[in-house]
């Protein structure tokens, strides 16, 4: 064991977290609802529910079930609206001491645009992270992230408004995410979140009818973890912008696995339906891990997946 503690500091796109660990958006409210659970000075920082130009009501119920090993989710973008966050919310969440990034969404690009020039106005704010992504409603974003053109033409204007690093968050519902990735890097996009949830169908044989009042809905948890690594892992070799890996991390290993494929933080979302606690226990876990294994600065794992061949088992006994 080490006797130092480790640098568990990271640079990402011009803000300076204390560690790698976020709470993801959807998962940890506007953050305030969290003050009294989580003490935000172990954490890097959190990402707020998606903000809309007018508030939304979200899906009806039922919205979450649990599956085998996660949940899926058709929430629908339930939020207050960006001018209410900024209002109500804002002046409390920006004294967490961590890192607050607000999750942006819209029908149409001029609705992403008015979102995030009213943010601007705010303080307190340290990036945006787009929403290309939300698999919920007919105009979560989703039609934005699975065409490369759309996609390219949102985070244009985006950026051109945008007065913060602007991370673009894509939907892992593609055939190349390496493609999306690519055409939002061009477009100026800051860095890449990755990924979203997962389109799927729960059905309840007995009644023959979905379970999730939205027909579909979005899986998460560690059920994606495996698909997740791998499509980090693929953005992050296709740009050259720093990527915000999620999906399925519960442990602090969990982290390690991300950083590993390429990411240069993460964010914890599903993990806090179980445990509320959770994003600050996996971040305290990781200056355990880190000197364990020897490693002095967390930012050295970054992309450091050793792609040799793994030895391949003992043969069987005939
Ligand atoms: C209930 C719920 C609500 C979510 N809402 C949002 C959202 O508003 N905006 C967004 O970009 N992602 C949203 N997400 C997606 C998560 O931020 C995250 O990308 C995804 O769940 C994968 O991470 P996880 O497996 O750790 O949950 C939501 C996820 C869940 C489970």
Redesign the pocket.
Known sequence: MREHAPDLRVSFCGIELRNPVLA????FGYGVEFEEIVDMRHIGGF?T??LSRAPMAGNAAP??IETSA??M?A?G?Q?MGVTAFVEQKLPAARRLHCALVT?V?GATIDDYCAVIQTLNAAEGIAAY?L?A??P?TQH??MVFGTDADLLRELVCAAKAVARRPLIV?LSPNVTSIATMARAAADAGADAI?A???FVGLSIDASTRRSRLSNFTG?L???A??PL?LRMVYEVSRAVSIPVLG?????SPEDVVEFLLAGATAV???????ADPRAVEHIARGLSEWCQQHNVSRIAELTGALDRTESKSPPPAKA
Do not use: D
């Open positions: 993801a958006s959807g998962t990402v529910k998606g919205r979450l996660g949940m989710n929430v973008l939020n999750n969404f992270e929403n992504s939300c919920n979560g974003g968050k979140s990924v979203n949830t979005g998460s948890g560690p994606i973890k997740a999620m999906g399925g991390i519960t964010q914890v979302g599903t993990a806090s339906y």
